[in-house]
């Protein structure tokens, strides 16, 4: 081997040493760099996971509070609702009241409606003895917001009404409004809740709120005592130990099959639709209606269900509105509605808001 | 240069090389591993972002929602916690029912609790004409859940008394017990809201619920029509268009300062407390009770606000509950409180019930 030859080959041979650590170096480099920049970028992700925990974890704190928050309101809105919806479930009270003309009609229709008002699943049944709709039971029900009520008006036969002067036992009341009611609630109401009843209130009785409590639950024909009634400061079925009704306390005529008030009792609806003839009527003797009523839906004493606490307490009184003392004037001038728009508002719904309804 | 010293030359130079070559290569392999393992790394991260961030839009989407919800129900729970805090702003009405023990004054007294027990900021006071407290007013305040009512019991001297025969206006009624009550109000309600009304309200007469709104913005004395009253359909002041009281339709008396019925009128508590000395009295002729107390409160004409749409509007009536005909037996036996457990009920609160108020 000459020197030159060997002068070339290491020459050759440390440029390819140089380039060969070169590139090795190059590489390195290129590798440092590109791991600086993987660490960065584990650093910047791993910054990143630890906020994204952070937030993570404070949407979860967020999430739970407004979950136990949620559940706090909806436990009362649920509770609301609840007896809103177990309210709704009760059976329904057909309440009929057989009304008429007369100056404290209006005082005695708006005490009532307030009163029946805020009672839940109460159906209330307005019929006027009356020859065409007038606009105060209308106005009345429209301005109380009744959720369920309905309005007649049926007038009793010429022969028999009574005068303003007449005792008013002397003719049977009531008779063809009551009538009116059933057959409504018989063509409209026929399919409705096994439990749902009918009672009949008249406008000027008192009804103690927890009366409607004691008809939700009757099968046939609840009943109860009535206080102040038949000269008695209590007329009541009497009831065995067994809890079965035995007799009544009323002494006058007790031979009735069902010696007691209008206000006394509240009858299955069912019973009513499966007898379609039963009804109240002019042909029946003073102080027969309920037993001629009763018998006519094949009822009996036994079938008699005590109510309010085996009939111990009172939760209706046969209260009566006193006739208003009015001048001879100021009567005559009712009676033909010769009235002032104040007057009218006293007694009927004033001439612009009868016209709107 | 010799061969042997170039082949040992070469040879260390070959070894130099080699170990260079061989670290280059070695660290580039570390450097290659821990690339590798760091860019699995940021995959990992990279993908535990993308989880986190899935999981960040989730529960924000979830607390977007439950926001939404909450809003929801805050709203509707805010509305009916606002309804409740304007009803508690409202200016307290005092009524005051002077009352009797009677037949009919537990089913009176019983509608008309159910009719104010739901009319806001109402303080009912009761105050009977009685030796001793009787458990009757207590009784039902504690069954409807009065949220703030007072009971008083007073008893009109002997001489002052009528019996069950007289007529009702022989004497005056409630003197002391109307006297009693506003007493109790310069005691214990003096300080109170400056739009606070004091009303006095029998206990037959008919309110219909518009009457209490007309009683929130009284700055003396609210005056309004009474529905059946003094003979006539309507008691009225009249109203001039400009607004101001200018007479009365009474034609009982017209002479009087103020010829209207007690239910007519409301009266600003302030003044009640400033005119210590004015009250009823038995020493004025009969229909002046209403006129010796307003004037005594130093009120005139001019001073008479009228409500109820300029008194075009009758939202009260003076009804009365007819006079139960008891047989004479039953009525010796209610004044004797000679009754039996279902005949106190009816009348008063049963043995039991009472004790244990």
Known sequence: MNDAAMIKFLAILSAIIFFNVFFFWRGNIDMSESRTSLEAEVFRLERKRDELIRRNTDLERQNHRMELKLEHVEIQVRDLAQARKDRKHLPTIYFITPTKFR?????????????????????????????????????????LNFASAYYIAVRTPEKMRMDASDPNWKLPRGV??????LQYLRTNHRGLNKKSVVYFGDDDNVYDWRLFDEMRRIDKIGIWPVGIVGGLVVETPIVASNGSVIGFNSNW????????????FAINLSLIVQHPEAQFSFDVSRGYQESHFLTGLGLTRQDLEPKAEFCSKVYVWHTRTENSKLTRLDRRRVEEMALSDLEKDAVNEAGNEASNE
């Open 176 to 181: 063809i409004q009551r009538n009116a009611a």
């Open 253 to 264: 005529k007790p031979e009735r099959p069902f010696p007691i008030d209008m206000a006394a």
């Open 103 to 143: 100056p404290e009609q209006k005082a005695d229709l708006t005490r009532l409606g307030q009163t029946l008002v805020h009672i839940p699943n109460l159906f209330w049944i307005i019929v006027e003895d009356a020859d065409e709709p007038s606009p105060l039971p209308r106005a009345l029900l429209k301005r």
